[in-house]
Nanobody, 119 residues
Framework: QVRLVESGGGLVQAGGSLRLSCVASERTFSGYRMAWFRQAPGKEREFVAGINRSGDSTSYTDSVKDRFTISRDNAKNTVFLEMNNLKPEDTAVYYC????????????WGQGTQVTVSS
């Protein structure tokens, strides 16, 4: 019964920055890969960034490379997404997710936090 809670979303002008946080109520948090997804109206959820268990390996979708940074603090059961130089096309609900090591599937999702970037 893991619970993921995202926070940090809001309204920001194009070119601005936001930092999203996701806190997990799971004592074995450090044993899972984590990721951020986003979903805009009328679209399916899109992978944004992923991070391995120790936090020393990350991956990003091409559209956010050099602008977003994913990180984690296992002592606090928290994963972060630093978003810089935001663009209107980044507007979406952002979700964090836990990825199972055995299958690669994402088995837990947060409720999401809204990010709106104005032009």
């Amino acid at each position: 019964q893991v619970r993921l809670v995202e926070s940090g979303g809001g309204l920001v002008q194009a070119g601005g920055s936001l930092r999203l946080s996701c806190v997990a109520s799971e004592r074995t948090f450090s044993g899972y890969r984590m990721a951020w997804f986003r979903q805009a109206p009328g679209k399916e959820r899109e992978f944004v960034a992923g991070i391995n268990r120790s936090g020393d390996s990350t991956s990003y979708t091409d559209s956010v490379k050099d602008r977003f940074t994913i990180s984690r603090d296992n002592a606090k059961n928290t994963v972060f997404l630093e978003m810089n130089n935001l663009k209107p096309e980044d507007t979406a609900v952002y979700y964090c997710a836990r990825r199972r090591l055995a299958t690669g599937q994402y088995d837990s999702w947060g409720q999401g936090t809204q990010v709106t970037v104005s032009s």
